[in-house]
Nanobody, 124 residues
Framework: QVQLVESGGGLVQAGGSLRLSCAAS????????MGWFRQAPGNEREFVAS????????YYADSVKGRFTISRDNAKNTVYLQMNSLKPEDTAVYYC?????????????????WGQGTQVTVSS
């Protein structure tokens, strides 16, 4: 069992930056692929970024590529999402997720555990 708690969300102006953190409980954190997803009001949840259990491989949605960076610290049981050059369309609740995939993936069904989410609001 893995419990995930996101933090770091908030209100930021367009062009600004935020860093989200996701702290995981459980001794097997380092064996999971981790992902970030987001859901804007009225929209379905969408993939943002994913990272392999070892941190050696990452995968991004086209909409955030070059602006967002996912990373992890297995010693701290934490995954991060550095978000730069934020746009109003990045406004959403951001969720982290853990899954048993052997490689980074955008497929929601491959993630077994989800956090409660943290709100990110980007003003224009």
């Amino acid at each position: 069992q893995v419990q995930l708690v996101e933090s770091g969300g908030g209100l930021v102006q367009a062009g600004g930056s935020l860093r989200l953190s996701c702290a995981a409980s459980g001794r097997t954190f380092s064996s999971y692929a981790m992902g970030w997803f987001r859901q804007a009001p009225g929209n379905e949840r969408e993939f943002v970024a994913s990272i392999k259990w070892s941190g050696s491989s990452t995968y991004y949605a086209d909409s955030v590529k070059g602006r967002f960076t996912i990373s992890r610290d297995n010693a701290k049981n934490t995954v991060y999402l550095q978000m730069n050059s934020l746009k109003p369309e990045d406004t959403a609740v951001y969720y982290c997720a853990a899954g048993g995939s052997r490689r980074p993936t955008e497929i929601e069904g491959l993630y077994d555990y989800w956090g409660q989410g943290t709100q990110v609001t980007v003003s224009s």
